[in-house]
């Protein structure tokens, strides 16, 4: 099969704090702070900057080289930082590389963020159109395929209605329609599916699998494992923005991935002392940690004898009218997602109260539900059915939790137990 993608050398750099903001205004503005020996307002939060206007250079990739040729799935994997979207990003022309070189034969269909190219006073019919032509169909291929890009986005009853009203993830179903239905050469996508319900999720995987099938290449950013297992032909590894390791045994990389620890790239807990990161209008995260009843922080390993419980504490500094939603993510080692929970699971009655000024909620893990193992937990949260504040599997708050011990009270069955999870279920006669 020909090489359709020929990646060589490729370097970039990130200068933060830097002038040239895209703005006249802040660029004079972070002058004339400078000028007092005051602190640049456009400077990026956590960002040491120093006066000569350079500001700090980060190296996103480093000398990355790579192949891919007709037909090939090629799921690119690693932590949060290890350069994945970066590289998608240079390849679809989004950013410039600082050196190297892209060679590209064929025409590029991409979905790197949700609703990329929606216009959100736009209906949705109105933006299939416009996002169509930013993706380089014509009118005449946009209108043969349009029935069928609507079928498979499932959003056909909204589909005159004002974007800006779609939810997340209706959002990203109309936007991978669109893309996948280019008839393009490669297909780049970067872990938008984490938005999609099961159903979605497995229809994307399907039409992926048979683009791919019809000797069309794909480029699979995800931080699901089983998903890049059914669906890649070969892996890469990035590591600190460069190639650690390229398989064509992807079962083989992602246990190469997963025995590193790449995937555990937090500890125990998640703090944010000065409540500067992760800021947006409404929730400002302080803490998000797996405790005791009393907020006592747990020692891991945690024993699977005891309940465990997920606190955040957070700083909240606007209400809005639609409900914030908060709560938290629970994947497997592997990337397999458990389950996700919100404060509002219950019965509003039962909601725990969300004010503006300091909060602290939690939720209970029951003792005995999880298998001995390694699990990651994130932060999920947003303006419910509006807006995501923390969005599954991508860079959110997060932290490890290790559970030993504790596999069950029964005399006969004193050994680790097959599943992800292994609760203790109570058993009746019939009477």
Excluded at 18 to 47: C, H, I, K, Y
Aim: net charge neutral.
């Amino acid at each position: 099969m020909s090489v359709v993608l020929k990646i060589e050398n490729l370097w970039k750099e990130y200068r933060l704090g830097v002038f040239g903001q895209g703005m006249l205004f802040r660029d004079v503005q972070s002058w004339w702070a400078r000028a007092r020996g005051r602190e640049d307002p456009n400077t990026p939060v956590g960002t040491a900057v120093g006066n000569n206007g350079r500001g700090d250079r980060v190296w996103a990739l480093r000398d990355v080289s790579l192949e891919v040729r007709e037909g090939e799935v090629l799921g690119i994997i690693g932590r949060n930082g290890a350069g994945k979207s970066t590289l998608l990003k240079i390849v679809t022309k989004v950013t410039a590389p600082t050196r190297g070189t892209v060679k590209i034969r064929g025409r590029v269909a991409s979905l790197l963020e949700v609703g990329t190219g929606f216009h959100p006073e736009l209906t949705g019919r109105e933006n299939v159109f416009l996002n169509g032509a930013i993706l380089g169909m014509t009118v005449k291929e946009i209108k043969r395929k349009f029935d069928e890009i609507v079928d498979f986005s499932g959003v056909e009853q909204y589909i005159d209605t004002p974007v800006k009203r779609y939810s997340s993830g209706m959002h990203v179903r109309l936007a991978f329609a669109v893309a996948a239905h280019l008839e393009s050469e490669i297909l780049l996508v970067d872990e938008v599916l984490a938005v999609g319900d099961a159903e979605f999720q497995k229809k994307c995987l399907g039409k992926m699998r048979s683009v791919a099938e019809h000797g069309r290449t794909v480029l699979f950013v995800s931080h699901n494992m089983n998903a890049v297992r059914r669906l890649c032909t070969a892996g890469v590894l990035l590591e600190g923005g460069t190639v650690r390791e390229r398989s064509e045994e992807v079962e083989s990389l992602v246990k190469s991935y997963l025995q590193a620890g790449v995937n555990s790239d937090v500890g125990c807990s998640w703090v944010n002392p000065h409540g500067k990161l992760f800021q947006n209008r409404w929730f400002h995260p302080l803490a998000f940690y797996a405790g005791d009843r009393d907020g006592s922080p747990v020692q891991m390993p945690a024993s699977n004898d005891r309940d465990i419980w997920i606190h955040v504490k957070a700083s909240i500094a606007e209400i809005s009218s639609t409900e914030l939603t908060v709560g938290y993510a629970l994947y497997s080692e592997d990337g397999t997602l458990l389950y996700w929970t919100y404060q509002i699971d219950e019965h509003p009655k039962l909601w725990p109260r969300l004010e503006i000024g300091d909060c602290h909620i939690m939720s209970r893990i029951p003792r005995r539900f999880l298998n001995q193992g390694t699990y990651r937990v994130e932060l999920v949260g947003g303006l419910h059915r509006v807006l995501w504040l923390f969005q599954p599997g991508t860079s959110v708050p997060a932290f490890t939790l290790s559970i030993e011990g504790g596999l069950s009270d029964s005399p006969l069955w004193n050994h680790p137990r097959p599943g992800i999870i292994s609760p203790v279920m109570r058993w009746y006669n019939d009477k």
